[in-house]
């Protein structure tokens, strides 16, 4: 990888650690998953005679739920349905590596105050 794509893949990381890159993922995501929901309408008329529940389908997507009432049965709309199947997986993976690295520093905070009682418990022992 090249020093360019280092830096901003740095950046990137810091942004989304910091929670400054997050409302936009949201914001992106949510965009998407509308998107979606128009695409499969426009795709797949059959099985979402409505925008309501071609809405209904894409929440249920992209968060993962998917109960399965609602299916594409299209091969256009499964193509839609796979996009937005991975946009609800990648969406799940930059959660779980912020509540990682949450829990991180929430660990080295607490072993840092754990370190500071040692030692003021040490400097009053006679």
Do not use: K
Not at 25 to 50: E, W
Request: with cysteine.
């Amino acid at each position: 990888m090249d020093r360019l794509q280092q830096l901003a893949l740095n950046r990137f990381q810091l942004a989304f650690e910091r929670g400054r890159i997050l409302w936009y993922l949201m914001l992106c995501i949510v965009g998407f998953a509308v998107g979606c929901a128009v695409l499969i309408r426009l795709v797949d008329p059959h099985d979402f005679p409505t925008i309501g529940l071609a809405l209904w389908w894409a929440v249920m997507t992209v968060t993962t739920v998917g109960y399965g009432d609602i299916v594409p049965t299209t091969p256009a709309g499964r193509i839609v349905a796979a996009a937005l199947m991975v946009t609800g997986f990648v969406a799940s993976l930059l959660v779980h590596r912020r509540a990682a690295a949450d829990t991180e520093s929430g660990l080295a905070r607490i072993e840092q105050r754990l370190t500071e009682i040692e030692r003021l418990v040490r400097s009053d022992v006679p």
